[in-house]
């Protein structure tokens, strides 16, 4: 399976040139050795209006979105859960403990991932 590269600011900045000079989307694809969908996608997401297209905002724009968290996690969204871990927290209990006791007090009940990566923050 072939590796997933995000354009960089350099290839952004040329494929800017290049429709600026008026090449078409499959030969700027071409000469920036990527897939005709990768460069339609990337206008489509990043450009200003239908005309113009402008590297480094695209390329902030994409830095943004990409550092960006998918789904807030379980401790910003389950209340009870996230006052249960504090509190723990504040005896002086480990993540790993507390992950272990939430799993040993919750059998039976519908599982929230309580894997001490994820009650850190580090996942």
Not at 15 to 36: E, F, I, V
Not at 55 to 66: F, G, M
Not at 92 to 109: C, D, M, T, Y
Request: hydrophobic fraction near 40%.
């Amino acid at each position: 399976m072939a590796l997933y590269r995000r354009l960089t600011l350099m290839e952004r900045e040329e494929l800017s040139r290049m429709l600026a000079a008026g090449y078409s989307l499959r030969a700027t694809a071409q000469a920036l050795r990527r897939a005709p969908s990768t460069i339609s996608r990337e206008l489509a997401r990043h450009r200003a209006c239908p005309i113009t297209y402008r590297a480094v905002p695209a390329h902030q724009r994409a830095h943004r979105w990409a550092h960006r968290p998918r789904k807030p996690r379980k401790l910003a969204v389950h209340r009870r859960l996230r006052r249960a871990v504090l509190t723990l927290l504040a005896q002086r209990w480990s993540p790993e403990q507390i992950a272990h006791g939430l799993r040993q007090e919750n059998k039976g009940v519908r599982p929230l991932k309580s894997d001490p990566r994820f009650l850190c923050g580090s996942a």
